[in-house]
């Protein structure tokens, strides 16, 4: 508990700062809009509507849309003027909880004043108001409770969806819940949601009170929620300047929202630094969200996986190609058409694979995939959020014929329980996760190649193998270090004895030296 | 004085006013008195501009109202309606006082002008200013709306219908107290009503409309002794009937 608390700061900070610039552009937007709509009586319903189906898109689709859509932008001003725009990180966030807060205050804006008396607009133009004194004067103070009503809304409402700018690269407290579910470290998950609770809370209370002070006309409670209001806007503009001061050099290393990803992040920032250069992870990114970063310079290095890019990034689908040939055309491709650099091959592969119970397996005399097709139709199969629409799956599909009674999509945090339970016969499950020995499952063996190897690579920026090569070399010299045997350990040290993502790295880098692969075996009480 | 010159007002086809022509004199009330949809009202809002005419033009002092801005315009002339519109987020005295404010007057002299006003409606000044509009009773508000239409010195004031919405009470005394703060004042009213005793109690001259067109104008005198048509006639006989009625129930009554 006490290491995430070490964290509230920074997230808390971070999401705060966030929240704040949202509801600001928020309604620096919507209130003027609302003014202007009810003016324009017939663009009322049209600007509505648009600001309504912005809201119906799942907030987190929102978020992630960003990232390619800014990537689009950013090609296009580099290449025009010369000005890249950041594609992951703060800039997307802030534009998707914006848009996000803007329907409940343009909406309010909009009832609050069409809900003003007609009589008192009548008596407002009958003793002389001009068109501004009416709405200084009588509109927007009557509407003013309405208005609030929307502001406080739309507060709410960002608070919680902040917590979805995590993976698109933007800390936030949702940075303890996304790698608190995957680790499942429930503290972690529980600082992070009681965090943003008060956080909202807080924020509620404080547009409250200056309300009560506005519409009551009592200056002190409207003093006091003024002077705090911009006692937080000062925090958050100056932590901001602070920290970019600060992470001007930083190298960024990337991960995505899985346990080994944070591990392996862990390690790439801990050998970074052990060259004397400052770096920092950019955790629980988007899975195309991360290579988008790399791609577009917002990260500097993470980990992927060979049949991963080939599969997805450059479309391959061929079956059977061997772990060599892959390696070799994705360190091609990637280098020739993204200037990305593949400076080793961990040594070990994360498949995704096919597992079931083991119990299960053996009554039904499953070996192998061909053996799994036969009673497909009977089982049910689950799997991560992306599995079934990724070429891997249609590639097993049509080399076994394979065909479930049911698909059902979940967490992978939940997966192998829901395996392990029974819940469902066949996961998706990935070939080094600790897990897979943690609820006895058994991994249903690929005979005829349909999923390409999955080799763990560490991928770089050009940037960084032309600015800093001490640190390219010292990634580089991370290759072949870590087989399936212990990076499955590393894995379940944190899955199932509650180790952090970093003890686990500082440890692996002590013993390393590398060739003495003495892990500690998992023996510990959790909580460590 | 103000003049009304062929004035017409359309709403796309259908005509709400129709090429009315009329002059106040200075310090006349005249009261103009119709049934619903005559077309008095809007007649009553074209002189403030809260509605503009489609052709025709009124002349306050000889002067056309349409060579100040509406805003200005409004400021120079008192308004008030049945609905009353006192501002609720206001106190009783800002509300008096908001047009002065408007204007730019210093606060001294609006406080002064207030309590004047507050006096000149019947409210005491010390326990009626700082009080809410919704604390007060419906004759109070109107006593409030009247003293705001009054605040910035109006030569002329409209009313439409101020007393319609009152218990008879309370309307009897307001209409005493308007009476009385006319002659003092010395203004210009034009006054909307569809009651016929108010219209002869109020009225210097009264001009009847029926849908949308002026069909008399006269003294309730001449209205009485030469109505212009069968409308009028029957308008003007209403209440003299109905006292009648009452004074025969209550003679009745007496007997019995």
Not at chain 1, 44 to 55: D, K, M, P, R, T
Not at chain 1, 138 to 165: D, F
Not at chain 1, 481 to 504: Q, W, Y
Not at chain 2, 54 to 82: K, M, N, S, W
């Amino acid at each position: 508990m006490r290491e995430e608390l070490a964290l509230l700061p920074l997230y808390g900070t971070a999401h705060l700062r966030l929240t704040l610039a949202a509801v600001f552009l928020g309604a620096a937007f919507s209130i003027p809009t609302g003014i202007w709509l009810t003016r324009h009586r017939s663009l009322e319903q049209g600007v509505l509507g648009v600001a309504s189906v912005i809201q119906t898109i799942p907030s987190l689709a929102l978020l992630a849309i960003m990232v390619p859509a800014l990537a689009a932008l950013g090609g296009f001003t580099s290449r025009a003027f010369g000005v890249p725009v950041p594609a992951i990180g703060v800039l997307p966030a802030l534009i998707g909880l914006t848009l996000y807060s803007v329907l409940p205050i343009l909406r309010n804006t909009v009832i609050g004043i069409s809900g003003v008396d007609a009589a008192l607009v009548e008596a407002a133009r009958g003793v002389g108001m001009t068109d501004r004194q009416q709405l200084w004067r009588v509109e927007l103070p009557l509407a003013l409770p309405v208005i609030v009503a929307g502001l406080r809304t739309a507060i709410v409402w960002v608070v919680g969806m902040a917590t979805l700018s995590t993976p698109v690269g933007a800390p936030s407290l949702g940075n303890y819940i996304f790698a608190g579910l995957q680790t499942r470290n429930l503290n972690a998950v529980l600082v992070g949601c009681v965090a943003a609770a008060v956080l909202a809370l807080s924020l509620d209370s404080l547009v409250h009170l200056l309300e009560v002070g506005i519409r009551r006309r009592r200056p002190l409670p409207r003093r006091i929620a003024i002077v705090l209001l911009l006692l937080l806007y000062a925090y958050a503009a100056g932590s901001f300047a602070l920290e970019g001061l600060h992470a001007g050099g930083a190298v960024r290393v990337g991960s995505k929202t899985f346990t080994e990803q944070y591990v392996l992040s862990e390690i790439l920032v801990r050998t970074i630094e052990r060259t004397g250069v400052a770096a920092e992870a950019v955790p629980s990114l988007g899975s195309t969200v991360a290579f988008d970063a790399l791609r577009s310079g917002a990260i500097d290095a993470y980990v992927d996986y060979s049949g991963t890019v080939w599969a997805t990034v450059l479309g391959r689908d061929r079956a059977g190609a061997s772990r060599e040939e892959v390696l070799r055309e994705v360190r091609e491709a990637l280098e020739r058409d993204f200037g990305i650099h593949v400076l080793g091959a961990l040594g070990f592969e994360n498949a995704y694979a096919l597992a079931m119970r083991r119990r299960t397996a053996d009554q039904l005399g499953i070996r192998t995939i061909s053996d799994l097709a036969v009673h497909a139709p009977r089982l049910a199969i689950a799997s991560d959020y992306e599995f079934f629409s990724r070429a891997e799956w249609a590639s097993l599909e049509r080399a076994y014929g394979l065909r479930f009674r049911e698909q059902r999509t979940m967490d992978p945090s939940l997966m192998y329980e829901a395996a392990g339970h029974g819940d469902v016969d066949v996961i998706s499950a990935y070939s080094t996760d600790g897990r897979i020995e943690a609820f006895d499952l058994r991994v249903v063996k690929d005979d005829r190649r349909a999923i390409p190897p999955y080799d763990a690579i560490v991928m770089a920026s050009e940037d960084l193998v032309r600015d800093r090569p001490e640190v390219a070399r010292a990634l580089a010299r991370l290759a072949g270090t870590i087989d399936a045997e212990r990076m499955r350990h590393m894995n379940f040290a944190v899955d199932e004895l509650g180790k952090s993502p970093g003890a686990v790295a500082e440890e692996f880098l002590r013993s390393a030296g590398h060739k003495n692969p003495v892990l500690s075996e998992p023996s510990r009480t959790p909580g460590d | 004085m103000i003049e009304l010159r062929t004035l017409t007002k359309r709403y796309g086809d259908s005509v709400a006013v129709e090429e009315l022509s009329l002059t106040i004199d200075r310090r006349e009330c005249l009261v103009l008195l119709g049934g619903s949809g005559s077309g008095k009202t809007t007649t009553l809002k074209m002189i403030n501009r809260l509605i503009e005419p489609t052709t025709g033009e009124i002349l306050i002092d000889g002067e056309d109202v349409r060579g100040l801005a509406p805003h200005e315009l409004r400021r120079r002339i008192g308004y008030c309606f049945q609905r009353i519109g006192l501002f609720p987020h206001l106190t009783v005295a800002e509300n008096v006082g908001i047009t002065p404010s408007l204007l730019g007057w210093s606060e001294e002299r609006i406080r002064g002008r207030v309590e004047e006003l507050l006096r000149l409606v019947e409210l005491d000044p010390a326990e009626f200013a700082e009080r809410n509009p919704d604390e007060l009773s419906g004759g109070q508000q109107q006593r409030v709306g009247v003293a705001r239409a009054l605040a910035a010195e109006p030569r002329v004031l409209l009313l439409d219908e101020p007393f319609g919405a009152l218990d008879p009470i309370t309307r009897d005394r307001l209409q005493e107290s308007f009476r009385r703060i006319r002659q003092e004042l010395e203004l210009t009213a034009v006054f909307v009503t569809h009651d016929m005793v108010e219209a002869i109690l109020l009225g210097d001259r009264i001009a009847v409309m029926n849908r949308g067109r002026l069909v008399q104008v006269g003294t309730p005198r001449e209205l009485v002794e030469s109505p212009a048509d069968d409308y009028v006639a029957e308008l003007l006989s209403t209440p003299a009937r109905q006292a009648r009625a009452v004074e025969r129930l209550t003679s009745r009554e007496a007997v019995g």
